[in-house]
């Protein structure tokens, strides 16, 4: 899992750099979007109180990432802002 410290490119940044970093925040989107589609299938499927619990937190924590990565694509232009506010308030009120 590869962390971006920076908010936006820095200037010296060569175009493959800018670029290698938008492919990689678009598939750790795909990739936070299945563990998310995986933490809602496991949620669905248990009945013990203690799993309930554990894909309750395991919810939150997916989504909080999903919403720190759609912050980062929005802000890399990688999303048009219609589907970045519409994601986002889905996200927002299942929370």
């Known amino acids: 899992m590869k962390i ?11 175009e493959d750099e800018i670029e290698q970093k938008r492919l990689s925040i678009r598939e750790e989107l ?11 299938s496991g949620f669905d499927n248990v009945t013990d109180p203690d799993l309930i619990d554990c894909y309750i937190y395991e919810v939150n924590a997916v989504m909080k990432r999903y ?11 990688l999303l048009p802002e219609e589907t970045y506010n519409e994601t986002y308030q889905n996200l927002t009120l299942t929370n």
């Open 4 to 14: 971006l410290f920076r908010q936006s490119p820095c200037p010296f940044d060569t």
């Open 30 to 40: 795909l990739q936070t979007r299945r563990a998310l589609e995986i933490a809602y």
């Open 67 to 77: 919403k720190f990565l759609l912050e980062q694509a929005a802000k890399m232009n």
